[in-house]
């Protein structure tokens, strides 16, 4: 049997499958692995307030460490990527946890700022390797009509990864002698769940079909079925339903992606991702420190970081179900749009030291509620843009402009906020987000439904 065949038969036999128990499960153990990313990224943030206090650490110093991170995930994003469209999304998969969680003991045993820079560089090419890989590897295992749903429940459990952070800062970091210490020692924790990965993740069998790997592909498929069967009744298998002539043949390169077909949507992405975390980093990095400086002790900053990362969660899950109903493109515009008020509303909060803290919580509550769906619909977006034999590699390129957008914007915002004030730096924040949703809605196309 031809590879094109193969790849077709494997592609309409997972995409006849209905969403079932299995699939559940499958969210809940990938969403493990993308709330330990979660954690790793969001640790840093509430560790820069103690670690600036306990070594004395100017803005400057502590911005070098926090960029040594994000420069980390940049390479991390691209190499991943790469290594995920050649070696295949689970082995990749397995390195990236293993050498985030032990460059984080790196980080906890660090003594002084040039090794913690070092580690935290490390902890990066792990952490930007993991989100392209892991929507990916997702989107593969998912039926078409339904990849909305997984992928947005999935992305809930990101917010499971930023609120254990918050927790472990409340009562770790703020509450014990070098607390950011151990908090990097919880941050090692993934390593013992590759174990749970090696064992119940399965390799992608869309990818092992484009590879020619045929036996191996068709093992996983056969297993797949058996376990949904377990749950529900699987239909027959028709002849129309192995679409031959939309599977196209092509060798995994980052020229690909600028290709006559897909230059187009690449550009497209690049700019929404950067866009997308020029306005979170921008936002959410500098949130403790500006809530400290309304007035608030870094306990109460360290509480209502929790409250705004409760928020992600009622859009993360609506945006699951709105996404196969209406379509990726009008969903993610439509939080854009909303984005951009709430957070022009929130600057002007933010900027007003004497209003109460229920006001500005409030403000902030519906800020991160449509941001968190920005964020969840950009996830389930990128990889449906791009065929099997360079999906992880697409999906790194708009990682890895994630993070420019993520190192950039920290900085920018400290700066403007010197200049313009709170709510004009918060202004700019605002601005990527309108910015983003001009960029999808001339440049984007709709994937809803889309066989991957």
Not at 11 to 32: E, F, N, Q, V, W
Not at 38 to 52: G, N
Request: hydrophobic content about 50%; glycine content about 10%.
């Amino acid at each position: 049997m031809e590879k094109h065949d193969i790849t077709a038969l494997v592609t309409a036999r997972l995409d006849r499958l209905p969403l079932s128990r299995y699939h559940y499960k499958m969210i809940g153990i990938c969403g493990a692995t993308w709330a330990f990313d979660a954690f790793d990224i969001a640790l840093i943030t509430f560790v820069a307030t103690a670690l600036a206090q306990a070594w004395n650490l100017s803005p400057g110093e502590m911005g070098i460490v926090l960029s040594s991170g994000l420069i980390g995930m940049i390479a991390g994003a691209f190499l991943g990527g790469i290594a995920g469209d050649r070696m295949g999304r689970k082995a990749v998969l397995k390195w990236t946890m293993l050498v985030f969680s032990i460059a984080s003991l790196g980080c906890a045993i660090a003594w002084d700022i040039y090794s913690l820079v070092f580690f935290r560089f490390i902890v990066g090419l792990g952490l930007g390797g993991l989100p392209p890989i892991i929507y990916t590897l997702m989107g593969e295992i998912t039926p078409a009509r339904d990849r909305g749903k997984t992928q947005g429940l999935l992305t809930t459990f990101w917010t499971v990864g930023w609120i254990l952070a918050a927790l472990l800062a409340y009562f770790v970091i703020a509450g014990l002698e070098d607390g950011w210490r151990w908090a990097f020692v919880a941050g090692a924790t993934p390593a013992l769940y590759l174990f749970i990965v090696q064992r119940y993740i399965p390799e992608s069998a869309r990818w092992l079909a484009m590879k020619g790997r045929k036996e191996e592909a068709l093992a996983i498929v056969d297993d797949i079925e058996r376990q949904v069967a377990k749950t529900d009744v699987i239909p027959p298998l028709t002849e129309d339903m192995i679409k031959k002539d939309v599977i196209v043949e092509q060798k995994p390169s980052f020229g690909a992606l600028y290709s006559v077909n897909y230059r187009r949507v690449t550009i497209m992405l690049m700019i929404l991702w950067f866009l997308n975390m020029f306005g979170y980093y921008g936002l959410f990095s500098w949130l403790p420190s500006l809530l400290m400086k309304s007035g608030r002790t870094m306990e109460q900053s360290f509480l209502y970081s929790i409250f705004l990362q409760l928020a992600y969660l009622p859009n993360q899950v609506l945006v699951a179900f709105l996404m196969d109903k209406y379509g990726r493109k009008p969903v993610l515009i439509g939080n854009l749009l909303c984005g951009f008020l709430a957070t022009l509303a929130f600057g002007w909060a933010l900027g007003l030291p004497t209003l109460e803290s229920f006001h500005i919580i409030g403000l902030g509550v519906v800020t991160s509620f449509f941001i968190s769906g920005i964020i969840a619909v950009s996830y389930t977006y990128t990889p449906e843009l791009y065929p099997t034999a360079f999906r992880a590699t697409g999906a790194a390129m708009g990682s890895a402009c994630s993070r420019v957008g993520g190192m950039v914007s920290p900085i920018a915002i400290g700066y403007a906020m010197g200049i313009i004030g709170i709510t004009g730096a918060v202004s700019l924040v605002a601005g990527a987000f309108i910015l983003a949703a001009v960029t999808v809605g001339v440049m984007g196309i709709e994937t809803k439904g889309k066989a991957l």
